[in-house]
Structures are given as C-alpha cells and as structure tokens.
C-alpha cells in the first residue's frame, strides 16, 4: 500500500509538470507565437495589436496555478515522508505496519490530489489568449473576453466569457454573441467575488445574500448570475391574499432571519432600541404606517398650521394635480412598500427600490402583494425612456450625497420620467449652508413648479419638499 501510494504521487507530479510544460509550449493555443513579429503583437499598442489583452492578468493566473501545484507537491512530500517514517518506526519495532483502508486512500486521493489538481487544470484550461476575429471582419483585431484572466472562481470566468451563438445565428436582439455583465468595481473587490461565486453548480446556493448586497453596494453592480438553487426559509407558510396582506405583517416563517440581527418582526418594532437598523425606524408599525401620506388633520385648522408640516404632502394632493394621469409610477425610498400600498388603493402601480438594510424590507414589500426592485443607486434604472408617470423619493437621498452622484441619478430619473409627469422629492433633508447648492440640481431641469416648501429641521438642517413637473421635450 505505501508504494502504491508513493506511486500515485510521483504520477501526480509528472502530470502536473506535464500539463504545465503543454501550456509553456502555447503553439497549438497560438500559432506563429514563436514568430518575433508576431510576439510583438501581443506587447504593442494601437488599433493593429493586442493593447487591450491583459498580460499581467494572464502572468497572475500562471503564477496562481504554479502555486497551486507547488502546494499540492508539498503535500504529497509531507505524506510520503510521514509514511516513511511510521514504516521504519513498525520496523524497529517489529511491529506490522499499519496500512490505509481503501475507503480511507480514496478520501485522500479525492481530497488531497484530484480536487487540488482539477482546480489547476481548469485554471490553465479556461486561460483565454486572443486570436484573431473569427467573422473575418478584422484580421488585427483579438478576440478578448474582458477580465476573464482576472478572476479566480471558475464560474465568475465561465460568466464573463463571451458567448457565441449556435451555429451562427443571430439572436432575437439581432447579435452573435452575449456579454455577462458585472459591475466595473468587481475588480477591486476579486476576493469577494470569488467567494460569492464559489459553489456547487446545481445544488444549494450558500446562505450568503449579505455577502451579494455587500459587493452590490460596493459597486459590484451588476452581480453575475449563478447556476445554484436559492434557499427559503424551512418555515414558509402561504402568504396572505391581497386584501389582507397590504396592512399585515408577514408570518415570520416566510423570511429568512439568519443575516438579521432580529428573528421576528416583533424585534422589527420601534419600539425595541436596538431593533438592528437605523433607517426608516417604525416601518414595521403598521399602525403607524397607516397614517402616512394620508390628509394631515393639524392643515385643516389654520391656527395649528406648523411649518413642519407645510412639508408633508398627501398622496390625495399629489394625485389630484393630474387626475387620472398617474397611472404607474417609481418609489425610491427606505421603507416596507406603505407609499406603494396607499397608491395602489387608488389604482396605481408603484415600484419599490428596497435593499436589506439591517432589516428585511425588500422580502416585506413583496409578502404585502407589492413589487420590490432590488437595485442600488449605482445602476442605472431598468426602465425605458419617458414610461413613467411618477418618481417618488424619501429618506434616501439627503446631505450625505455627492453633488455629482446627484446629478447623475436625477438625470436618470428625468430620462424615465414621461413629459408631464412629476417628480415628488419628500423630506430631503440637507444641512443649511448646503440648501442652495441641492435647490439647483433639482432646479437645473426647469420642471415646473406645483408645490415648493422649505422648513427647518433643526438649527442646522432644513427639509426640501417639492412636487415638479417635466416639461415637454420635442
């Protein structure tokens, strides 16, 4: 049994030394690499050579297999070693030697030499190095799939490896081949990524949604898909029926608790000071979300009128601005789906953005029947131009943003918005001395203005209320 597991080492070793030697010797991957022209290709800039390849991905990868082998060849020496040692122990001993089952060799075969060896294999085997346009349309031109050297999980490469359609044909959008799209921040966060696409094809994904949220707003955004089974919670009961679900809690069996800090929505309360989250504190009352957006009984007495609030609108006043005109609409906001639900009393379809912000707030506002979009601010809206009637934001945007940022995301909003419809900024909250430099990036549109109210906060701060409404552009 010792030889032959001495054997199969020294076997591993020469395959290993061999499929690296198949991969030095690059002629059958490249042709013509021995060519000195040729090679120079890969190292010059411009439009006729290979500027955009990245060679220093390839090298990181090589050293990453090398590594990899060096490591698995340390193993087998250490174990050939310790076997070599317990035999002349037995022998000095007179003792019979101690051998391996055979379901004992097998376990260290499968754990300790073909998993080791399969991951160097499929690191060499999915290295990519250019070659020419295949279509002929430019002899210069590599093909490169970008980033697929970079990374190290075998599918987050096998994701970004451009895919080329069958036998040629276009596709429904009129293409040849398919792009898997990732944010561009993924690569600062590789090891990340790596250990969020690291799983068993087909089988259970990992429990690891926070880790997907984390790269998501890290700027990894888009994440890659994945090829696993998504979990549920083991207690999943039926959910509500709309009538009833719109002003309900969810059962707590229908949510997966285990990356909260609480494992119930009683925890969720506002009145428990340290529910795990600090944003929208109270959106799990349900009593109290009744009341929002609904008439604020303190306007009708003009006496009692504050200016606080003068800042608060009711989805009646809004509505009645267009009547009949609001039909669909986008509600960028921390919450549970509340200005969703009172929307679609009235007959409007509301998209919620919601993101698992300490709590489960994007699982709550579809358990309530509404419909959650799980996006960050770093992307770019899934809608196409002039669709919506409404853009609803609260509690999201305030003083903490970059100018820039703004500015980007409010032209995004205007690209969605229809001419004619509005744009209702609830509550943006901003430190005074920074009002004026907020007020332009909302007036730089020239929407026009149906309701524009500005309150104090606190000493410091104020509120910004608005209701706007794109023009047309022709």
């Given at each position: 049994?010792?030889?032959?597991?001495?054997?199969?080492?020294?076997?591993?070793?020469?395959?290993?030394?061999?499929?690296?030697?198949?991969?030095?010797?690059?002629?059958p991957?490249?042709?013509?690499?021995?060519?000195?022209?040729?090679?120079?290709?890969?190292?010059?800039?411009?439009?006729?050579?290979?500027?955009?390849?990245?060679?220093?991905?390839?090298?990181?990868?090589?050293?990453?297999?090398?590594?990899q082998?060096?490591?698995?060849?340390d193993?087998?020496?250490?174990?050939?070693?310790?076997?070599?040692?317990?035999?002349?122990?037995?022998?000095?001993?007179?003792?019979?030697?101690?051998n391996?089952?055979?379901?004992?060799?097998?376990?260290?075969?499968?754990?300790e030499?073909?998993?080791?060896?399969?991951?160097?294999?499929?690191?060499?085997?999915?290295?990519?190095?250019?070659?020419?346009?295949?279509?002929?349309?430019?002899?210069?031109?590599?093909?490169?799939?970008?980033?697929?050297n970079?990374?190290?999980?075998?599918?987050?490469?096998?994701?970004?490896?451009?895919?080329?359609?069958?036998?040629?044909?276009?596709?429904?959008?009129?293409?040849?081949?398919?792009?898997?799209?990732?944010?561009?921040?993924?690569?600062?966060?590789?090891?990340?990524?790596?250990?969020?696409?690291?799983?068993?094809?087909?089988?259970?994904?990992?429990?690891?949604?926070?880790?997907?949220?984390?790269?998501?707003?890290?700027g990894?955004?888009?994440l890659?898909?994945?090829?696993?089974?998504?979990?549920?919670?083991?207690?999943?009961?039926?959910?509500?029926?709309?009538?009833e679900?719109?002003?309900?809690?969810p059962?707590?069996?229908?949510?997966r608790?285990?990356?909260?800090?609480?494992?119930?929505?009683?925890?969720?309360?506002?009145?428990?000071?340290?529910?795990?989250y600090?944003?929208?504190?109270?959106?799990?009352?349900?009593?109290?979300?009744?009341?929002?957006w609904?008439?604020n009984?303190?306007?009708?007495?003009?006496?009692?009128?504050?200016?606080?609030?003068?800042?608060?609108?009711?989805?009646?006043?809004?509505l009645?601005?267009?009547?009949?005109?609001?039909?669909?609409?986008?509600?960028?906001?921390?919450?549970?789906?509340?200005?969703a639900?009172?929307?679609?009393?009235?007959?409007?379809t509301?998209?919620?953005?919601?993101?698992?912000?300490?709590?489960?707030?994007?699982?709550?506002?579809?358990l309530?029947?509404?419909?959650?979009?799980?996006?960050?601010m770093?992307q770019?809206?899934?809608?196409f131009?002039?669709?919506?009637?409404?853009?609803?934001?609260?509690?999201?945007?305030?003083?903490?943003?970059?100018?820039?940022?703004?500015?980007?995301?409010?032209?995004?909003?205007?690209?969605?918005?229809?001419?004619?419809?509005?744009?209702?900024?609830?509550?943006?909250?901003?430190?005074?001395?920074?009002?004026?430099?907020?007020?332009?990036?909302?007036?730089?549109?020239?929407?026009?203005?149906?309701?524009?109210?500005?309150?104090?906060?606190?000493?410091?701060?104020?509120?910004?209320?608005?209701?706007?409404?794109?023009?047309?552009?022709?």
């Open positions: 049994m010792v030889a032959m597991q001495l054997v199969m080492g020294v076997l591993v070793i020469c395959i290993s030394m061999a499929s690296l030697h198949r991969f030095y010797t690059t002629d991957l490249l042709p013509g690499l021995d060519d000195s022209a040729h090679c120079a290709k890969l190292h010059t800039a411009g439009a006729d050579g290979y500027a955009s390849f990245d060679m220093r991905a390839l090298s990181d990868r090589v050293d990453d297999v090398l590594v082998l060096a490591e698995l060849q193993k087998l020496e250490a174990t050939a070693l310790k076997i070599g040692k317990k035999a002349k122990k037995a022998k000095a001993h007179k003792q019979q030697q101690e391996m089952t055979l379901p004992e060799f097998r376990r260290f075969l499968e754990e030499v073909i998993h080791p060896l399969y991951g160097a294999h499929i690191s060499l085997r999915l290295i990519r190095i250019p070659r020419p346009d295949p279509e002929g349309e430019d002899d210069a031109a590599p093909e490169v799939d970008p980033l697929v970079f990374f190290m999980a075998e599918e987050t490469r096998k994701y970004v490896t451009t895919k080329g359609n069958r036998e040629g044909r276009p596709s429904v959008y009129g293409t040849n081949r398919t792009y898997g799209s990732i944010g561009h921040a993924c690569v600062l966060m590789r090891r990340e990524l790596d250990e969020y696409m690291s799983y068993d094809v087909g089988a259970y994904c990992p429990d690891d949604w926070d880790l997907g949220q984390r790269l998501m707003l890290g990894c955004d888009p890659p898909r994945r090829r696993c089974l998504t979990r549920a919670s083991k207690l999943f009961n039926r959910t509500l029926p709309i009538n679900s719109l002003w309900k809690l059962d707590d069996g229908n949510v608790w285990t990356r909260y800090h609480c494992r119930g929505y009683k925890c969720l309360s506002a009145r428990n000071p340290r529910p795990g600090t944003r929208c504190v109270g959106c799990f009352d349900m009593d109290r979300e009744k009341q929002r609904m008439v009984t303190t306007r009708r007495n003009a006496s009692s009128t504050s200016a606080l609030s003068l800042v608060d609108f009711s989805i009646d006043e809004v009645a601005v267009k009547p009949g005109e609001v039909r669909i609409g986008l509600d960028v906001s921390v919450g549970t789906g509340t200005f639900a009172r929307m679609r009393e009235r007959g409007v509301v998209v919620s953005a919601a993101l698992n912000l300490g709590a489960p707030f994007a699982e709550t506002v579809a309530r029947g509404l419909v959650p979009l799980y996006a960050t770093s770019r809206l899934p809608f131009d002039n669709t919506m009637d409404l853009v609803h934001t609260a509690g999201f945007f305030e003083g903490w943003v970059d100018l820039q940022l703004l500015d980007f995301v409010l032209f995004d909003w205007d690209r969605v918005l229809r001419p004619g419809g509005l744009l209702w900024v609830d509550r943006f909250a901003c430190a005074r001395r920074d009002l004026d430099d907020y007020m332009y990036m909302f007036l730089q549109f020239r929407y026009k203005k149906h309701r524009w109210v500005v309150s104090f906060k606190s000493k410091e701060e104020v509120y910004l209320s608005a209701l706007l409404e794109k023009p047309p552009r022709s």
